[in-house]
């Protein structure tokens, strides 16, 4: 075994992604301050804080599309801050997104879609057929029928599907979520956690889910932390957090 995996494995589970001392500002603006949190192999972590605190902010530095001033960021044992052009994008083939309104391609058809990340990422195939894991994606979140349809003639909730049929085409080992249910009915917002669920335990995959959804957060979440002032503030399950003696963590929960 190499020390790396054991490193990761120092408090009995293994971390996937690891945040030490995040620091980033916008000018004036300090978004994030000392912020610190694990995610741990097969976990679903949701990540709560209001509008504007900082949550994509910190997605998007975990992804490498935003760098951080100062901090230490590592994803499946590796830091990211130190990886070049190629390794970060044989790292992001293990990383799934789901991103707020579900950002199909609009010209491209369901299947054309799905083919985007294997076109991208051929080698983490394992020699299946573009068709099969097409259908096998599609066959997952219920869809199979839509294969050749355009975006714009499915609802929002299957557009969602089919996006989350994207995000885990290629069984990646981690997905992040951001505000999954945002602009849904309160049904189709259900039926997406439970499908969400549903495909990560098939996959074992381990998620960091940003939500501000609270029935969402009950439902999925094995821990939670809230970023609040800046800062990891709280974390817990979801009865620990919405039983809170502190009131501004209680406030998350009403
Ligand atoms: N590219 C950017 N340039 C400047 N400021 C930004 C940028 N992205 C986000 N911010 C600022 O960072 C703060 C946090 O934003 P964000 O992470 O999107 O919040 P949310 O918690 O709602 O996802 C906001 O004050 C926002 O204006
Ligand atoms: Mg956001």
């Known amino acids: ?114 083919e985007f990340p294997l076109r991208r990422h051929r080698n983490k195939m394992n020699g299946n057929r573009t068709k099969d894991l097409v259908m096998e994606a599609l066959e997952n979140v219920g869809l199979a029928h839509t294969l050749d349809l355009m975006p714009a003639e499915l609802s929002g909730g ?25 602009g849904l009915d309160p049904i189709t917002a259900k039926e997406i956690i439970l499908l969400m669920l549903d495909v990560q335990k098939k996959y074992n995959t381990s998620s960091l889910i940003i939500t501000h959804d609270v029935d969402c957060a009950r439902v999925i979440a094995n821990r939670i932390i809230l970023l609040y002032e800046k800062t990891n503030y709280a974390e817990g399950t979801f009865t620990e957090l919405s039983t809170s003696p502190d009131p501004k963590v209680k406030a998350f929960f009403k």
């Open 158 to 182: 299957m557009q969602r599907r089919v996006a989350l049929a994207r995000a885990l085409i290629l069984k990646p080992k981690i997905i992040f979520y951001d505000e999954p249910t945002t």
């Open 1 to 114: 075994m190499d020390d790396l995996s054991n490193n990761r494995a120092t408090s009995g589970r293994t971390e996937v992604i690891s945040i030490k001392g995040l620091y980033k500002s916008f000018g004036e603006n300090v978004v994030l301050d000392d912020f610190n949190m694990n995610i741990y192999e097969d976990e679903n972590l949701v990540l709560m804080g209001k509008s504007g605190s900082g949550k994509s902010v910190l997605i998007k530095c975990v992804i490498g599309l935003m760098q951080p001033d100062k901090g230490k960021i590592e994803v499946l044992g590796k830091d990211i801050t130190k990886l070049g052009q190629q390794e970060m994008d044989e790292l992001r083939a293990e990383i799934g997104f789901l991103f707020q309104g579900s950002a199909l391609y609009d010209s491209m058809t369901v299947r054309e879609n799905l």
